[in-house]
């Protein structure tokens, strides 16, 4: 089970941190993503990291304003973002893959998914 927390409204160039835990599971055998749905638009991969962190994929649009991370002792990951933009505007989600074959950025490989926070940005 994973549950997303840390969204909010906030301003243009704002920041805030995403939190998402896991329960019920191995949290340190999962690929863990965050990916975001604006309303009319298809669920894209924001970023994700690999079962240690030795390996990251961020979407070309956020690129050096968001940082991923996950800490396996708290079975959490995060999602750090600044520098945030209107068109960042969405509900993020959380989610969780054991694929460790296929490209981190591939979004069918997550099969368990968080409840969704809302991130609003204002211009």
């Known amino acids: 089970q994973l549950q997303a927390c840390g969204g909010g409204v906030v301003q243009a160039g704002d920041s805030l941190r995403l939190s998402c835990a896991a329960s019920?599971?191995?949290?340190?055998?999962?690929?863990m993503g965050w990916f975001r749905q604006a309303p009319g638009q298809e669920r894209e991969i924001v970023a994700a990291i690999s079962l240690r962190a030795g390996t990251i994929y961020y979407a070309d649009s956020v690129k050096g304003r968001f940082t991923i991370s996950r800490d396996n002792a708290k079975n959490t990951v995060y999602l750090q973002t600044n520098s945030l933009k209107p068109e960042d505007t969405a509900v993020y989600y959380c989610?969780?893959?054991?694929?460790?074959?296929?490209?981190?950025?591939?979004?069918?490989?997550?099969?368990?998914w968080g409840q969704g926070t809302q991130v609003t940005v204002s211009s």
């Open positions: 019920g599971g191995t949290f340190s055998i999962y690929r």
């Open positions: 989610g969780a893959s054991k694929n460790s074959i296929v490209p981190l950025s591939s979004l069918r490989q997550y099969e368990y």
